[in-house]
């Protein structure tokens, strides 16, 4: 029987949960991209090779499925694993809720933008292609800083994770 409080691993509820509604968007989105008629404007747009179109398919769908569903319950499982393997405690809760937010809200962030940017710029190159620039210079730093904030988040999963290791070897196994 382990010495682990019943409520130690509830706190990663909110991930588990997170990565599930990161997959049902993620396969809403799939569905919905090829339908023929909306295939046939993803193509047109550009889709999957340039264009606006590659923001929204596979950079959008990809993003949701692999980042928001599989890297978010990865470190799900890593926060309650390395705990149960090793017999030693997470080093940090508070850098797991941490990793948990920035990375949730980076890849929320970062999904909304490709698709907000996506949807904008591809109704302007089909419809007024010279105004597409006037859109697209927002595109980089609104991603970029996205993507920094999914960035900060794995950066706090990864020293959490290091640490405990770091931890577990400096106090012996």
Known sequence: MSNTPPNEHLYLVKFLIMSVISFFIGTVHGLLQVI???RAWLDSIGSPYGGPGHMID???HAHINLVGGVTILGMAVTYYMLPKITGKPIHSHRLAEHSFW???IGVSAFYISLLVFGF???NLWLTDPAQVPSVHRFYGPVISIAASVLAVGFWFYLANVMMTLKDI???GS
Do not use: N
Request: hydrophobic share 35%; charged share 20%.
């Open 58 to 60: 596979p950079l959008a």
């Open 36 to 38: 023929p008629s909306v």
């Open 102 to 104: 920035w990375t949730t």
């Open 120 to 122: 904008i710029e591809g």
């Open 169 to 171: 070897y400096k106090k």
